[in-house]
């Protein structure tokens, strides 16, 4: 039996929010994997890395369609845009706003580059959360699209397996990045959430980047319409 295939070079990944902490991790990793790269997010990124660059707000229809006429061949995409806004999000226009963020815009962007995966008998790639498994009290919109994601990406697996494509999440315990800054810094949110974590620390995006390079390769196959926790043991705990 020859080695289990893990490559993921020659493949074009796109990545949402490709220039946030998880998104450009990721991007660094597929690249050293030998893929091409290209981060869409609506700011730019904050230190040019090299990557291909397009601006994108997810929530908008017609800038997901523009891009996606734009981009030719695709293997693999990512949603992993995201915001959260804490306190904020029992009022039902933010509510809406972070599930078009998080949840519509992961299905404008599926439906947009689905003729694309169905070429190349890609993936997509999603991103839950802690939050899929968890209430929020703070952060209901979050947790309610996060939950959402495990659906759609179940859902998604069942309707593109006709095309050859596969769908699966990540769902990222605490990571040390921008969207997470101020639970980290609130100390009674910080000291709870480390209490119930058997790694007790925050981690790094880098520490992800694997499971996205695995879900994108030969050796992922058979995997599909999953959410996989990489948590550091927070679910198991
Ligand atoms: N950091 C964590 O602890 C953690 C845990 C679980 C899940 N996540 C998820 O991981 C994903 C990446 O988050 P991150 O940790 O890298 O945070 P981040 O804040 O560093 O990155 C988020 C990126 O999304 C972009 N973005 C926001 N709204 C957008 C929009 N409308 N259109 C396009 N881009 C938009 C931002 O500009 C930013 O670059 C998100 O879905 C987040 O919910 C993060």
Excluded at 126 to 155: C, D, E, H, Q
Aim: proline share 5%; with cysteine; hydrophobic share 45%.
């Amino acid at each position: 039996m020859s080695a289990p295939d893990f490559s993921v070079a020659g493949q074009h990944v796109l990545i949402s929010g490709g220039a946030g902490g998880i998104g450009s991790a990721f991007a660094r990793a597929f690249r050293a994997g030998g893929a091409e790269v290209t981060i869409a997010d609506i700011r730019p990124p904050a230190e040019d890395q090299g990557f291909a660059f397009e601006t994108l707000d997810v929530r908008d229809d017609a800038a997901v369609t523009a891009l996606a006429a734009k981009i030719g061949t695709l293997h693999v995409l990512i949603h992993c845009a995201g915001r959260l806004i804490r306190n904020e999000e029992h009022k039902p226009d933010v509510f809406r706003d972070i599930v078009d963020i998080h949840l519509v815009g992961n299905l404008r962007l599926a439906t947009a580059f689905r003729p694309h995966l169905a070429r190349t008998k890609g993936c997509l790639i999603n991103i839950g959360s802690m939050y899929s498994y968890f209430g929020a009290a703070m952060i209901p919109g979050y947790a309610a699209a996060k939950t959402g994601v495990v659906g759609l990406t179940r859902s998604l697996a069942l309707a593109y397996a006709e095309d050859g494509i596969r769908v699966n999440a990540i769902a990222p315990g605490w990571i040390n990045t921008e969207i997470s800054r101020r639970g980290r810094e609130e100390e009674a949110f910080n000291s709870k959430v480390m209490a119930r974590l058997p790694t007790g620390r925050w981690s790094e995006p880098e520490e992800l980047a694997g499971t996205a390079v695995f879900l994108a390769s030969p050796a992922a196959r058979l995997i599909n319409g999953v959410t996989i926790p990489v948590d550091g043991g927070y679910v198991a705990s």
